[in-house]
């Protein structure tokens, strides 16, 4: 099962991820980061299959997806 890993420090919310996922899997979380950004959270692992779209829309980089 695919794993995604957001690194919640250089997320700046700008949502090109969750926009980019066919299967839903991320949304914009309530808590914020150092930065005062809401970051990207994974809502729905199971439905990941590994397209890498989030990652590799994320300009910041803050999204790893592992097989």
Not at 18 to 39: E, I, M, Q, T, W
Not at 41 to 53: E, L, P, R, T, Y
């Amino acid at each position: 099962m695919p794993k995604v890993e957001i690194n919640s420090k250089t997320c700046k919310a700008c949502e090109l991820c969750v926009d980019a996922c066919p299967k839903k899997v991320l949304a914009l979380g309530d808590h914020v980061n150092p930065s005062g950004y809401r970051y990207a959270v994974v809502v729905n692992q199971d439905a990941c299959i590994a397209c890498k779209m989030c990652a590799i829309r994320c300009p910041d980089g803050a999204i790893e997806i592992y097989k």
